[in-house]
C-alpha cells in the first residue's frame, strides 16, 4: 500500500486513526474475505486475506501476524474473536470471478452471508 493513498485510509493505518472506521466494522454480523489461489492481477494474491509482504520483504505475512490484526485497526482481531471473521480460497482467475464455475463457489460460500444485518 506505499504506492496507494486510499488504502492506508480505510484500513486506518494512518499516523491519526479514524475510529469510526472500526467501529462501523464492529458492527457486523460477519465480515467474509476471500482471495482465489491463481489471481494473477492483484499483488500479493492473498491481500484479499489482509495478507501481504513483510516489511522490507518478499515474505508473505499471514494476516493474523499482520500489523492490521495486531492492533485491531479496523477490528479484524475483534471480528475474529467473537467468531464472525470468515475465510475462502477459491481457484479462478481473477478475470474470471463472475462466471462458472466461481459463480456456483459465490452462491454457496458467499451468497448466505449477504443476509447480514447490522448489530
Known amino acids: 500500500t506505499s504506492d496507494c493513498h486510499f488504502l492506508p485510509d480505510?484500513?486506518?493505518?494512518?499516523?491519526?486513526?479514524?475510529?469510526?472506521?472500526?467501529?462501523n466494522?464492529?458492527?457486523l454480523n460477519a465480515f467474509v474475505m476471500t482471495y482465489s489461489e491463481i489471481d494473477e492481477i492483484v499483488t500479493p494474491r492473498h491481500s484479499g486475506w489482509f495478507m501481504g509482504y513483510a516489511p522490507n520483504s518478499l515474505h508473505i505475512e499471514t494476516w493474523n501476524n499482520s500489523r492490521q490484526f495486531k492492533e485491531d485497526l479496523i477490528g479484524l482481531r475483534t471480528l475474529w474473536e467473537q467468531g464472525k471473521l470468515y475465510t475462502f480460497t477459491s481457484h479462478v482467475r481473477h478475470q474470471d470471478v463472475p462466471h462458472t464455475p466461481n459463480r456456483d463457489f459465490i452462491i454457496q460460500n458467499i451468497f448466505p452471508f449477504f443476509n447480514n444485518t447490522l448489530a
Request: no cysteine.
Open 25 to 27: 466494522m464492529l458492527k
Open 10 to 23: 480505510i484500513n486506518n493505518e494512518r499516523k491519526v486513526r479514524n475510529e469510526t472506521y472500526r467501529t
